[in-house]
């Protein structure tokens, strides 16, 4: 892998098979948990699609009649 200049920062370019093989996704965020002079291992940091889990699993249903008055929540 090639380390490249990204306006101020430094970029790591990921081959297309690592990227399957992990099921990357551009925006997804990786951490480093441990480096040495050429190795680095890295691990997807997964808050964000737990935090989201959590709230769907905890949503209450909609009925089916419900219609959101966006004047009415507005009110004062």
């Known amino acids: 892998m090639?380390?490249?200049?990204?306006?101020?920062?430094?970029?790591?370019?990921?081959?297309?098979?690592?990227?399957?093989?992990f099921g990357l996704k551009a925006g997804d965020e990786l951490e480093v948990v441990s480096a040495s002079a050429r190795r680095i291992v890295l691990a997807r940091d997964?808050?964000?699609?737990?935090?989201?889990?959590?709230?769907r699993v905890r949503a209450l249903p909609i009925p089916d009649d419900y219609?959101?008055?966006?004047?009415?929540a507005n009110a004062r």
């Open 46 to 55: 997964q808050r964000k699609e737990l935090a989201v889990e959590r709230m």
């Open 67 to 72: 219609r959101f008055d966006r004047d009415a």
């Open 2 to 21: 090639l380390v490249a200049k990204w306006g101020n920062s430094l970029a790591v370019r990921l081959p297309r098979q690592l990227v399957d093989k």
